[in-house]
């Protein structure tokens, strides 16, 4: 628990050392200023320090207060914290305050060292004001001071982006006015803050600094180009452009006054929906390393260097591609040279488009292609840490691969498999070491999501779960950990939210209708854009599997086929829903929906009435091809296989890129409710089929009247 005071943590002849709890509150803003206050009536003290404790200045205010998650923050209150403390108490202060920042220095923790005459940090303290990222603006004057110390241009960029400068970088904005070793910080800070007082360094106030802003004709035309990249980014949410309004104020007119405006802005933002939503992302993304039964345990992830992967085509090149860009030495291991020189060429074309698209330089290149060898046995298994699995879908194949591996590698090894049409255990069935046996997944579009699942059965040991874990936060995925089921739980939601705006295209609304409403709604892409980059063959293959699977409740499309026969692929040949130039960039085309959909929809014996779905509204779109997906969402968690649904939440913001904002698919449904979701998917699978059957969970949700979600009890997080 954050501590509720600020503390002396020193003194001498001359100066005196104020510490700052790990999270600001306004219980922290009472007794910093009660100190602040004290120590300013004494004579004996010529400066202040204030700093953190154990190397982290702060993490800012504490977000459960905004969201409506916790009490509730009058603007009276805001205000004092911001103009009575931060400004009339420290900035105003006859003694100077010096702030020697190591760590983090985020939020309301940075406006406090903003506000003070000078700062001194680390090179690799990491300082920003990321207030926006829940919904609110920053409201300890961080509007103000930031672009009167760095300039519009780069403190807009800083704010808009919630972007976090280490020391270095920070000193070179004059964000902070010197560097210093962790071990000397509060010796220089002191020292800096003596030369303040007998005169040696200039007594700054920052809320008053002009030098660094722009002139006027400039600064207005910067913040008009933020207002037009704020709206173009995010259409669908209002708290960038009040802040850029708040920070304009200051500097046509009056910064004091603007700290008003600012309060006044934090008090509305804070109970806005939005706010509420990026809370409850921003908890979400720190539950999923809460794991019943292993946190507790205080694991320490073992070092993965060596990953073989086993077979698979395009997959496997995808992964390998990823693996070796992240510094992992990989063996591919093939049937035959044929499908190895495949693999590796293929894995070469992807290194060298990270190259093209300016993501990877040709030196990234050359190195990373000489972590990548190729294989034809298992003689080199020797030393390898991980095996991912990605075979054709052979139960037997996959047996044998699996003993073949208890025998060729080490006793460490962890060994997955990717398959989705058998469960783990009667993969490593001819093995003795299920406890080394997992699967990891990542998303339908490997690369490019910042998301990966991680499955276990019961017999995977917690130190495998904990280094499955850790190798994915290493490859910058987030991961959460389900439970081994048939299939690939998250991406099984993801193929039906997919299959949805197949089918309604189908029946006659127009796929770039469906594109739009969705990415309106603020989806990252339309479904028909991500099928594009998933690309048709794999799509087809993976979608032929969830129908083979899961036949009550798929939808079994031929749009696809058609498209396939008319040589269209997706974005990899130029031509799929979309049609792409040579730098990728899509255009529609005008062709798609009498050539080849309508053809689709007479192959499909579609036998509702075709012109209804024509008439849907961009909200009505949105729901039937969002709800499927949430339904399947819920039978997930009914199934016991996620910890709690804010993982799924997670899933569908970092997975399929559902927008932020919105807090995720489960989360989202809180706006209209169980019972609501029950009705409609009833409606829609009376007039068209099982597959929008509401699952027994939706049924006994809205049964009760209470929301989709699920919790669980763990509380400790580190792993
Ligand atoms: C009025 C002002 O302008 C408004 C503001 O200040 S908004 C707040 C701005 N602050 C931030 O954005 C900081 C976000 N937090 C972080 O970046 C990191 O948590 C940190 C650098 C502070 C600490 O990192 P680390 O040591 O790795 O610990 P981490 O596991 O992330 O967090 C520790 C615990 O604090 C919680 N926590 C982190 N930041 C929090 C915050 N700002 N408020 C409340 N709780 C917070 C975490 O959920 C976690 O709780 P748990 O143990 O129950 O899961």
């Not at 030369?195 to 360094?201: G, K, N």
């Not at 559902?658 to 009705?679: D, E, M, Q």
Request: proline letters at 4%; a positive charge.
């Amino acid at each position: 628990m954050p501590r509720k005071t600020a503390v002396e943590i020193g003194a001498d002849a001359t100066s005196f050392f104020l510490s700052l709890s790990c999270f600001v509150t306004f219980l922290v803003i009472l007794s910093l200023k009660e100190n602040i206050e004290g120590v300013l009536s004494r004579d004996d003290v010529k400066a202040i320090v204030i700093t953190g404790l154990n190397g982290k200045f702060s993490g800012g205010f504490d977000v459960t207060v905004f969201g409506g998650i916790q009490g509730k923050k009058t603007k009276k209150e805001l205000g004092f914290m911001s103009i009575q403390f931060v400004t009339d108490t420290l900035e105003a202060a006859k003694k100077p305050l010096v702030a020697a920042i190591d760590g983090p220095a985020f939020g309301g923790g940075l406006e406090i060292a903003l506000a003070c005459h000078a700062r001194i940090s680390t090179s690799s303290a990491q300082l920003g004001l990321t207030e926006l990222q829940y919904g609110i603006l920053p409201g300890l004057g961080g509007t103000q001071r930031l672009p009167r110390l760095v300039g519009l241009q780069k403190a807009l960029e800083m704010i808009l982006m919630s972007k976090r400068v280490n020391g270095k970088e920070a000193l070179r904005l004059s964000l902070v006015d010197a560097i210093s070793p962790a071990d000397k910080l509060l010796k220089v800070a002191r020292q800096w803050s003596l030369d303040i007082f007998e005169c040696r360094r200039p007594w700054v106030l920052s809320l008053y600094k002009t030098d660094k802003l722009e002139p006027m004709g400039e600064a207005k035309a910067i913040l008009n180009s933020a207002r037009i990249q704020a709206q173009r980014q995010n259409p669908n949410v209002m708290h960038p452009l009040v802040c850029i309004d708040v920070i304009e104020q200051g500097i046509v007119s009056d910064p004091r006054n603007a700290l008003w405006k600012e309060a006044e802005a934090l008090q509305e933002l804070r109970q806005s929906s939005t706010c509420r939503s990026l809370v409850h992302t921003f908890f979400s993304q720190r539950q999923i390393f809460k794991i019943p039964g292993i946190s507790l345990m205080n694991l320490q992830p073992r070092k993965i260097s060596k990953v073989a992967i086993i077979g698979g085509g395009l997959m496997s090149s995808e992964i390998a591609t990823m693996l070796i860009l992240r510094n992992y030495q990989v063996i591919l291991k093939e049937k035959n040279e044929k499908n190895l020189s495949e693999e590796i060429s293929r894995a070469k074309e992807n290194l060298q488009n990270q190259v093209k698209h300016g993501k990877a330089t040709q030196n990234d290149l050359e190195k990373a292609f000489s972590l990548l060898s190729g294989v034809l046995d298992y003689d080199n298994f020797k030393e390898v840490d991980l095996v991912i699995e990605t075979e054709t879908e052979s139960l037997s194949l996959k047996q044998e691969i699996f003993a073949e591996l208890e025998k060729w590698c080490p006793q460490h090894c962890i060994f997955t498999s990717n398959s989705s049409t058998f469960s783990l255990r009667s993969v490593g069935e001819r093995t003795k070491c299920q406890n080394r046996i997992a699967r990891v997944h990542f998303c339908l579009l490997p690369a490019g999501m910042p998301f990966m699942e991680i499955v276990r059965t019961e017999g995977t040991s917690p130190q495998v779960t904990v280094d499955l874990i850790d190798f994915g936060r290493k490859l910058r995925k987030t991961p959460i950990v389900v439970i081994d089921r048939k299939g690939c739980t998250v991406n099984d939601m993801f193929v039906t939210y997919l299959l949805a705006a197949i089918l309604l295209s189908e029946r006659g609304v127009e796929v770039y209708k469906i594109d739009q409403a969705l990415e309106s709604f603020g989806m990252q892409f339309g479904p028909f854009r991500i099928i594009d980059m998933i690309g048709f063959q794999a799509f087809v293959a993976i979608s032929k599997m969830f129908v083979e699977r899961i036949p009550d409740r798929s939808y079994k499309s031929i749009l696809l086929s058609v498209l396939q026969h008319h040589e269209r692929q997706g974005r990899c040949n130029g031509k799929g829903f979309y049609k792409y130039d040579n730098c990728g960039k899509a255009y529609p085309d005008p062709e798609l929906n009498n050539k080849y959909i309508k053809k689709a929809g007479n192959l499909s014996n579609v036998t509702v009435d075709a012109a209804k779905p024509t008439k849907l509204s961009d909200t009505e779109i949105v729901e039937m091809i969002l709800f499927p997906a949430l339904n399947e969402a819920c039978r997930i968690i009914f199934e016991g296989i996620v910890i709690r649904s804010s993982d799924l939440d997670v899933a569908s913001v970092l997975g399929i890129g559902f927008p932020t904002y919105r807090g995720g698919i489960i989360y989202w449904s809180n706006s209209f409710g169980s019972k609501y979701v029950h009705s409609r998917l009833e409606k829609w699978s009376e007039e068209y089929g099982d597959f929008f059957k509401p699952c027994d969970y939706i049924l006994q949700k809205s049964a009760e009247g209470i929301s989709l979600e699920k919790e669980t009890n763990e509380t400790k997080s580190k792993l």
